[in-house]
């Protein structure tokens, strides 16, 4: 049977873009061939910290970085979670339904590992198959390992010792329909200064005794 998935879903940008999204209640996205899930708006799963370490990314002076939450809703079979099975084996019945175009994508990808290029067409390859995607399927979520964690939490032994480690859980919303508009607000801004503080922070180790 199926059932109802809700999302908290954090989006990190720029303060006029988020300006922009929270008057017209509608998100807007660039196509491009090495978004992580392929095309799509993408949000951070209950998590505004990692919404806002990408929003921090790259301001200039006198920018603010803002996150924005919303609400994320449909059914069960319009949810594609990689990272359980039932996800990846409907994926995999996906990815056997549109065989010979995997198989064109897959000798690109070879290509880019001989030229030295293999996770770049890694990410590249898993775009592309996630655009062959029927329209049904309206929200894909997957974990991703957060490459640079945290001092806090890298280093602090007692983390380790658990294998307690950050990830990123990322959503692609492929169609808006599912965001509700009228839970469109901001959660939080900060400024690049406050960056540096953010950090700084962040720096800090925890001792457990």
């Given at each position: 049977?199926?059932?109802?998935?809700?999302?908290?879903?954090?989006?990190?940008?720029?303060?006029?873009?988020?300006?922009?999204?929270?008057?017209?209640?509608?998100?807007?996205?660039?196509?491009?061939?090495?978004?992580?899930?392929?095309?799509?708006?993408?949000?951070?799963?209950?998590?505004?910290?990692?919404?806002?370490?990408?929003?921090?990314?790259?301001?200039?002076?006198?920018?603010?970085?803002?996150?924005?939450?919303?609400?994320?809703?449909?059914?069960f079979s319009s949810f594609?979670?990689?990272?359980?099975?039932?996800?990846?084996?409907?994926?995999?019945?996906?990815?056997?339904?549109?065989?010979?175009?995997?198989?064109?994508?897959?000798?690109?990808?070879?290509?880019?590992?001989?030229?030295?290029?293999?996770?770049?067409?890694?990410?590249?390859?898993?775009?592309?198959?996630?655009?062959?995607?029927?329209?049904?399927?309206?929200?894909?979520?997957?974990?991703?390992?957060?490459?640079?964690?945290?001092?806090?939490?890298?280093?602090?032994?007692?983390?380790?010792?658990?294998?307690?480690?950050?990830?990123?859980?990322?959503?692609?919303?492929?169609?808006?329909?599912?965001?509700?508009?009228?839970?469109?607000?901001?959660?939080?801004?900060?400024?690049?200064?406050?960056?540096?503080?953010?950090?700084?922070?962040?720096?800090?180790?925890?001792?457990?005794?």
């Open positions: 049977m199926g059932f109802a998935v809700d999302i908290n879903g954090f989006h990190g940008t720029k303060e006029d873009y988020a300006r922009s999204i929270c008057e017209s209640k509608t998100f807007t996205y660039k196509n491009r061939d090495n978004h992580w899930l392929g095309q799509g708006i993408y949000f951070f799963r209950d998590d505004p910290e990692q919404a806002m370490k990408w929003a921090l990314k790259g301001l200039k002076h006198g920018d603010k970085g803002v996150v924005i939450r919303t609400k994320i809703s449909s059914d594609l979670d990689l990272n359980t099975q039932t996800g990846i084996e409907r994926f995999q019945q996906h990815v056997e339904e549109v065989d010979s175009v995997v198989s064109k994508i897959e000798s690109l990808q070879v290509k880019a590992t001989i030229d030295g290029k293999q996770n770049n067409a890694n990410h590249r390859m898993r775009c592309a198959v996630m655009d062959l995607l029927p329209p049904q399927i309206k929200i894909v979520q997957q974990y991703f390992e957060i490459e640079n964690p945290p001092k806090k939490i890298s280093e602090n032994e007692f983390l380790r010792k658990m294998n307690i480690k950050p990830y990123s859980v990322q959503i692609c919303v492929r169609d808006k329909e599912v965001i509700d508009q009228e839970s469109i607000v901001i959660h939080e801004k900060k400024s690049r200064e406050q960056k540096r503080k953010f950090h700084k922070t962040s720096s800090k180790k925890i001792n457990y005794k």
